[in-house]
């Protein structure tokens, strides 16, 4: 996967909406969805300009695709020595890639994009969900964090960049194990595909 990336690699960019969807202490995360056009008139058609259409990650297509903007503003303070990062704020802006069906679909089409759609959307917002709780966790640990005798904050640097890496790994593999699970045989991705072109 990317680095500071979530896939659903099924088999996704370019209207943007943006709009709050988490607070925190004194944060708020932001939402934009890019979407990209397919075309057909029946679910198979639309599936195979997902496949023709989506975009590339690695040798494959998706279906959708979540990611993330990230930035923080810290303020390390330096007293008697040694340093405290007395804050942190972050700016989280999840980025939802998702397709975009024609207007004019067959009504029974339609209907069956609809379910399609609202599935890959909750598909993503798991991941949403999963980068907005990494963010959390990296905002509890960093507040706070000291170290005695560390004039430049050198200390509390590379403590708070091993930390991140770790949370991020491990953002990552929750993203990895859920598409496992959502997306094999059986599961929901899976499901909702075989509905569309049957």
Known sequence: MPDRSTICAALLA??????????????QAAEKVETYAVQGATGLELYRSIGRNGPKLGPTRAIAYTTFDLK????????????????????????????????????????RWQRFFAGIQAHERVHGDIIIEMVKKIEAFSTGLSADNDPGCKKVRATLQKRLGELSNEQRQKSRDFDRADLGPGGNVHRLVLELVK
Not at 19 to 26: D, E, I, L, R
Not at 97 to 103: E, G, N, V
């Open 14 to 27: 370019a209207a943007m909406i943006a709009m709050p969807v988490c607070a925190s202490a004194g944060w």
């Open 72 to 111: 923080w503003s810290r303020d390390y303070r330096e007293s008697g020595g040694g340093c405290r990062l007395a804050s942190v704020k972050p700016w989280l802006t999840i980025i939802y890639k998702l397709p975009k069906a024609p207007a004019n679909l067959p009504a029974e089409t339609a209907a």
